[in-house]
């Protein structure tokens, strides 16, 4: 068995990037990312990002992604997530990384499920100021943009908004989480230290979707890595 070989929780963003680049740092190997897509419209729940892009982020670092669909339920969610880290489990990998930052509810869900399949949970990121974490993404050299937004918090030119030291300070002055840890907002990471291959994105536009939450979306409709041809 391989003990250094992780899973990574995966939902395209900064967060879970930023917390596999960590794992990494510290010495494991983070084998397959995991991703789960909305058995309806076959893109991110939270993030609206399809299939395939996240497929292409996937292949941009060059590491297997294993991508299950879910529903909107959070009972059956909890039992396809258990049942995702349970055929993880089965291939020998014990560990998956998590991008938590200070959300003690989440954290504990995560802990709880992760102790009843019988794998270890990895929060690199956890208690960690968020503003700082903001900050060192981008420092670090790591290219994400804005593909989600709450509506009551931000108009449609805010999705596609590069994050960026501006960025920060702007969601700093306005009191809004940095990293968007209270569901404010979501991003797409398209380049980075840990990436083989950077994404472009051609052609795109914001998209208002409404339900319990109205939210903007960012619908990419052309993308392409840097060495190939658009999708």
């Not at 449609?156 to 990293?179: H, M, T, W, Y």
Request: glycine share 8%.
């Amino acid at each position: 068995m391989d003990n250094l070989a992780v899973a990574s929780s995966w939902s395209g963003g900064k967060d879970s990037c930023l917390a596999s680049y960590k794992a990494m740092r510290q010495g494991y190997r983070v084998k397959n990312l995991l991703n789960f897509i909305s058995r309806e419209s076959r893109r991110g729940c939270f993030h609206g990002i399809e299939n395939k892009l996240m497929q292409m982020q996937a292949d941009a670092l060059g590491i297997s992604l294993i991508q299950e669909e879910t529903t909107a339920d959070m009972q059956e969610y909890e039992k396809e997530f258990k049942m995702a880290i349970a055929k993880i489990k089965s291939s020998g990998i014990e560990r998956i990384v998590f991008g938590d930052i200070y959300l003690d509810e989440h954290k504990e869900w995560v802990d709880r499920v992760c102790s009843e399949v019988g794998v270890q949970p990895l929060e690199p990121l956890w208690n960690q100021p968020a503003v700082d974490l903001a900050r060192e993404f981008v420092r670090l050299g790591f290219k994400a943009i804005i593909v989600s937004a709450q509506a009551d918090k931000f108009d449609q030119n805010f999705v596609g908004k590069e994050v960026n030291a501006d960025l920060i300070d702007e969601l700093v002055s306005r009191g809004i989480c940095p990293c968007g840890e209270n569901g404010e907002f979501h991003t797409f990471v398209l380049d980075g230290p840990i990436f083989k291959n950077k994404i472009e994105i051609l052609e795109s536009e914001p998209v208002l979707k409404k339900g319990f939450w109205d939210y903007w979306f960012l619908d990419i409709k052309k993308y392409r890595l840097s060495e190939g041809s658009p999708s």
